[in-house]
């Protein structure tokens, strides 16, 4: 029942997406620049928390349009009703919805959709992820110097040591293809298919990464913060990988150099 209300609500908010999609809509600024958010992302919100009060109208929702909306509920549906909003606002197809129902702290459900290229991704705990219903796996490569990464950047400049640039400049001239998408949760999910071996991102928010984190870990994949703990969403920080790199990866972002 929680897993077809929670496909429910992906669809709904994907077909808002799909309904504003290179049309006309409003966008606006929020904190920092470029930080957009548009019509289409509050439609999308809206659609979602429709789906979710009819059949769970007692659950806590945090979502990042809205904040939270505390119930005393044991069960937290986390979303982000566009990841990849500045992608979306530019006629770009990388961008979904993603949804994660956390239970008693822990997250058991996870959903990624992507309309434009009818990609749909899920897991529950313990039964393994899907890609429009066939089983996916993490990659096999086992060092960063022969891996495809991909990243994010945050809005507002982050200057830290190791920073985003840092990290990023460090793999880029040592060869190693860093792609960046727009979508974390996208990115975390092309983790879990095995088409990138590993992401690190400096500045998350829990609608995020939510979903994404409990798909690659179904998929066989390792996530944890910089320190190589296991991951929380309700902290920035974030390596997710094929298992194999995870450790190197991790030295790298704290400021080890790439081998080979
Ligand atoms: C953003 C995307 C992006 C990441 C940013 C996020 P939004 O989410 O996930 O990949 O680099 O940090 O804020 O604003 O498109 O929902
Ligand atoms: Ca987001
Ligand atoms: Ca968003």
Redesign the pocket.
Known sequence: MLKHTLLKAVEAGAAEMSRFFNGQFIISNKEGMN??VTEADHASEKAIFEVIRQDYPDHFILS?ESGEIIQDSTFKWII?P???????ANGIPI?CVSIAIEEAGQIILGAVYNPFINELYFAQHGFGATLNDKMIQVSQKTDVFSSCLVT????TYLDSPNGPLQVFEKLIRKGVPVRR?????I?LCWVAAGRFDGFY?H???A??SAAGFLIVEEAGGKVTDFSGNRYSPYQPHIIATNGKIHDELVSIVNGGEVAG
């Open positions: 930080n957009l990042e982000d566009i990841d990849g909003t500045v992608n979306f961008c994010g950047f945050p809005y998408l727009g979508s974390a949760a990115d991102e500045k998350l928010q609608w995020d």
